[in-house]
């Protein structure tokens, strides 16, 4: 009987020390990724054909133990610390990993789509058709040309077989979070729309170059809308164009027929040049209050611009810039 126990016990021990104890069973860290429920023998031979598992006899015995018959879809990161039991457990009962997508720049939306598509398990095309859905727009208040504005550069954490629509539910709601009361009435106070200081944030994103003149690129931008003067913004140019590799803007630029050329039309474009970040859109919001209407880069070419209160004043810095541009040879 004490012989019995004996050996008994030293079963219980060496199925507790496979269940738990024996640590490391992963050789290699890897990202399990699967479209759709799939057998836990198609599984294990994955992982064995990556050489994930350090101890296959080790892991066959702890499922024999523990069975595991089907692995819902998803993604599944497998960490080196992890036991056999550790994996099983994770796969039978499908806890996923989230994804980290970090979205930071875009000058289009199907840029993202495209970004979603390697990230996630998502076609392209079926984001840019839920993005663009009529109704899905009209329910968030945005509209196709401005559909980029729905988009904060920040860091999601997606499950990996997520749908586009809930992707762009839960991006629209951390967009809304950002959106609170306080930025909303500064916006109000601009009269203008979140949306509508995204696309003005834009083209102040793509005018400076030192920070800290946003707020007063800013403030000429809202002066020059004040009394319905064309916003004149040469980054727009370039975006209507698809210029973007330009160094300078010409007649070409200025005279091209776009709703986006802001030397064309007066007021905002239709939608945003680019994603701005964070801090120029708080920029924007609080615009330097001040009574200039024209700036040019400084032709030091130190980064600032010079502002100017008149035609005639901003009409000299802009010579001088000029000259500088043609002494280097920079033509376009």
């Known amino acids: 009987m004490v012989k019995k126990l004996g050996i008994f016990t030293l079963l219980v021990t060496v199925v507790f020390f496979l269940l738990f104890i024996y640590k490391g069973n992963v050789a290699n860290e890897y990202s399990l990724k699967l479209r759709e429920p799939t057998t836990i023998k198609a599984v294990m031979d994955s992982l064995s054909a990556h050489s994930v598992i350090k101890n296959t006899y080790i892991f066959d015995l702890v499922h024999l133990i523990y069975e595991v018959k089907s692995v819902p879809a998803g993604h599944y990161r497998l960490k080196k610390s992890m036991t056999s039991f550790d994996i099983l457990r994770k796969l039978k009962f499908g806890r996923q990993d989230p994804i980290r997508w970090t979205i930071s720049t875009a000058t289009f939306v199907e840029e993202l789509a495209g ?93 400076y170059t030192r920070k800290d003149e946003r707020s007063k690129i800013a403030g000429v931008l809202v002066n020059r809308m004040k009394i319905n003067m064309p916003l004149q913004v ?21 005279q091209y027929n776009s709703p986006y050329n802001t030397y064309k039309i007066i ?34 070419l130190n980064g600032y611009h010079l502002f100017s209160r008149s035609l005639a004043e901003h009409e ?17």
Not at 132 to 141: A, F
Not at 234 to 251: E, G, L, P, Q, S
Not at 316 to 332: F, W
């Open 115 to 207: 970004k979603a598509a390697e990230k996630l398990e998502m076609d392209s095309l079926d984001f840019m058709r839920v993005l663009y859905d009529s109704i899905q727009l009209r329910q968030r208040v945005y509209s196709k040309e401005n559909a980029l504005a729905l988009f904060l550069p920040n860091t999601y954490e997606f499950y990996w077989d997520i749908s586009p629509e809930d992707l762009l539910t839960k991006i629209h709601k951390e967009t809304e979070k950002f959106w609170n009361a306080e930025r909303r009435a500064k916006a109000q106070k601009l009269n203008l729309q979140p949306s509508e200081v995204y696309i003005l944030a834009s083209l102040v994103q793509k005018e």
């Open 267 to 300: 007021g905002l474009p239709p939608g945003p040049i680019c994603m701005p970040e964070l801090s120029t859109l708080d920029a924007v919001l609080m615009p330097e209050a001040h009574d200039y209407i024209y700036y040019c880069a400084d032709s030091s």
């Open 234 to 254: 040469d980054a727009t140019c370039k975006y209507a164009t698809r210029d973007f590799a330009a160094k300078r803007v010409n007649y070409y630029h200025t």
């Open 316 to 332: 000299s810095i802009a010579s001088s810039y000029h000259r500088k541009m043609n002494e280097m040879k920079i033509q376009r």
